[in-house]
């Protein structure tokens, strides 16, 4: 499995390390797992629907941040990806905690994608 980010995801990651600073290693770990299982999982993560584009767009609600000490997959950080299966690569678009935004940029979305 080959992983791209989008440079706006880049920007989010930077932001976010300056609150989180375990982050780069959490997001190893969500790397690990999507390596074994990179569709939807509910409750976990779930497929964006209704973009009007031809991959698969999955949205994960449940992020563990060892920075969010004793709150485990509940630290309310969101990371949105595209799923390539075809490729084996998936594009992180988006990373942000659930307090900064309501819901994932759907423009950033249909901007790289569409």
């Known amino acids: 499995m080959r992983f791209d980010e989008l440079p706006e995801f880049g920007k989010d ?3 976010l390390l ?3 600073r375990t982050l780069n290693d959490d997001l190893g770990v969500v790397k ?3 390596q074994k299982k990179p569709d ?3 409750p976990f993560s779930f497929r ?3 973009l ?3 991959t698969c767009v999955i949205k994960v609600k449940k992020i563990a941040c060892k920075a969010l000490k004793g709150r485990g997959v509940n630290t309310g950080l969101r990371l949105v ?3 390539f299966p075809t490729d084996q690569r998936i594009v992180f678009i988006e990373l942000y905690h659930k307090s900064d935004k309501e819901n994932e940029d759907r423009q950033r979305i249909l901007n790289n994608f569409k």
């Open 81 to 83: 990806y595209a799923y």
């Open 40 to 42: 939807e999982r509910p």
């Open 32 to 34: 690990t797992i999507l």
């Open 13 to 15: 990651l930077k932001a």
């Open 48 to 50: 964006i629907e209704n």
């Open 18 to 20: 300056k609150r989180f």
């Open 52 to 54: 009007g584009i031809e």
